[in-house]
Each structure stands twice: as C-alpha cells, then as structure tokens.
C-alpha cells in the first residue's frame, strides 16, 4: 500500500521523467535510415520483383493485411512516445515557476520553465494539453491529458470547461488510476465551492468500490473533511477510524490519527 501511495501521489514527476524533452530533429533521411518499417518494406518490394510469377493473389492479400497491422501498432507506437514528450513539457509548464522578469521563452534561463504570470504558465499548458487530446487521442497518454486539461481550466477559471474535461475523464475507461484522480479532483472542486453535497456523493462512490486504484485512506481524509464542513463530524469520526483500522502499516495513519485526535478533542462522539 505504501509504494502504490507513493506511486500514485508522484506521478507528475512521474510523466517529467520519462518523458524527457528532446529538442533534436531528425531529418526525413535520418528517420527513414533508422525506419524498420521502411526497411522491411524494400525487403518485400525485391521480393515481389524477383518472386511476382509465383505468388499468388490469395497471399498478396494476407501479407498487406499483416503489413497494415503491423503499420498500425508502429504507428501508435510512435504516437506515444510524441505524445508523451507533450505531455511531460505540460506538466512542467503547469508546475513552473513565475517571476516578473521572466523571458517570453520559458527555458530562456535554463533548467526549469519560468513564466512571468500564473495566467501565462496555465496558458502555455493548455496548449500542450489540449494539443494531445486533439492530435493523439489513441496515445496512452491522452487520458493523462485530459485530467491535466480539466485541472489547467479551473486553473484558468474557466470553470463549465473544466467540469466538463475532469467529468469527461472521470467516465473514461482507459486509465482507472486517471479516472480515479480526476473524480478527487471533482470533488475537491465542489467542496472548495460550497456543493459539499455533491463533493460526499462522489466520495462516497468512490470509497464503496471494491478496486480501487487510489488508496481508500486518501478517499476517506477528504470525505471527512467535507462531513466536517457539513457539521457531521460524528460521521467524520467514524469515516477515518474506519479507514485507520485498513491498512496497520499505511503511510497515511499518521495523519488518519492527527485529525482523528482533533475531531475528538473538539467534539462528543457516539460510540
């Protein structure tokens, strides 16, 4: 459990390092020199020139097809590792520094990004997000994207965007670890908004599934803040013991136990 917390809770660090920025530019030459596509391709031309009286067309027809596959899982392979370099530079514009006399280049002063506005910085990863869901919505990574997108419009204020692209996320199938994050994210939303109830219905649900990809001790802190704020702090009481009593070794009941000391010291609790 603590190294899956600790997975999850890093994984901005996560996409930064694996998806380091390159700033090389192959030339059309260089790629195709390099291309095992395009070299199996000559290997089947000669083939065909050399072999064309003997192969019939019942062949021709399931090598193009095995071509096309093996074309299609290279290119979505490819889309990937280009997406994920987006991907990554995002991230780093949404976690950037801002300084007054920041370059209108972010990387002008080397190492980390730096902005001269907060608006600025969240306008920049916008752009690399929106750019991956648009352009490379099969990658692996567009889920990520997504969940980044959705926070970089709250960010913005651009709040019925950002409901949207966190709602659109959180239903999304392909990464139940992204999905996961951006219910929290909702939730978090409507608490900080005063729609605590719809804050608990989604917390609720989350910490009723069976499997789920973030721990449960994350999901009950934040629901016991939002009972708290409701006035329930019975209730809240009882959501953090309950969560305490999951995991003797998690890395979270140090902190299960600081807020569980203060809502009893504050308030009498129904056995």
């Known amino acids: 459990m603590c190294a899956k917390f600790a997975r999850l809770f890093s994984v901005g660090n996560l996409y930064?390092?694996?998806?380091?920025?390159s700033t090389t530019k192959l030339t059309r030459k260089e790629i195709l020199a390099e291309d095992p596509v395009h070299a199996n391709m000559i290997r089947l031309v000669e083939l065909f020139r050399t072999h064309r009286t003997k192969i019939v067309?019942?062949?021709?027809?399931?090598?193009?097809?095995?071509?096309?596959?093996?074309?299609?899982?290279?290119?979505?392979?490819?889309?990937?590792?280009?997406?994920?370099?987006?991907?990554?530079?995002g991230i780093e514009f949404f976690n950037a520094s801002v300084s007054a006399d920041a370059s209108e280049d972010p990387y002008a002063k080397g190492g980390a990004p730096q902005f001269r506005t907060e608006a600025a910085k969240y306008e920049a990863a916008k752009k690399e997000f929106a750019s991956i869901?648009?352009?490379?919505?099969?990658?692996?990574?567009?889920?990520?994207?997504?969940?980044?997108?959705?926070?970089?419009?709250?960010?913005?204020?651009?709040?019925?965007?950002?409901l949207q692209t966190l709602e659109a996320a959180a239903g999304s199938s392909k990464d139940r670890?992204?999905?996961?994050?951006?219910?929290?994210?909702?939730?978090?939303?409507?608490?900080?908004?005063?729609?605590s109830q719809q804050a608990q219905g989604i917390l609720e649900g989350m910490a009723k599934e069976v499997q789920s990809p973030l721990p449960r001790q994350?999901?009950?802190?934040?629901?016991?803040?939002v009972l708290e704020g409701q006035g329930k702090r019975d209730e809240a009481i009882k959501v953090l013991r309950e969560a305490k009593d999951l995991d003797a070794e998690s890395l979270l009941n140090g902190q299960l136990t600081t807020e569980l000391n203060r809502l009893e010291g504050s308030s009498p609790v129904n056995p």
């Open 16 to 21: 930064r390092e694996d998806f380091k920025l």
């Open 57 to 89: 067309a019942g062949a021709v027809l399931v090598l193009l097809i095995a071509i096309g596959i093996y074309l299609g899982f290279w290119y979505l392979g490819r889309q990937d590792v280009q997406a994920g370099r987006i991907l990554g530079r």
């Open 133 to 162: 869901v648009s352009d490379y919505g099969r990658s692996n990574v567009s889920a990520m994207a997504d969940y980044y997108l959705g926070l970089t419009q709250l960010k913005l204020g651009q709040t019925k965007e950002g």
């Open 177 to 195: 670890t992204v999905a996961a994050l951006a219910k929290l994210a909702l939730a978090t939303h409507h608490a900080n908004t005063g729609n």
């Open 218 to 225: 994350v999901i009950s802190l934040q629901l016991a803040h």
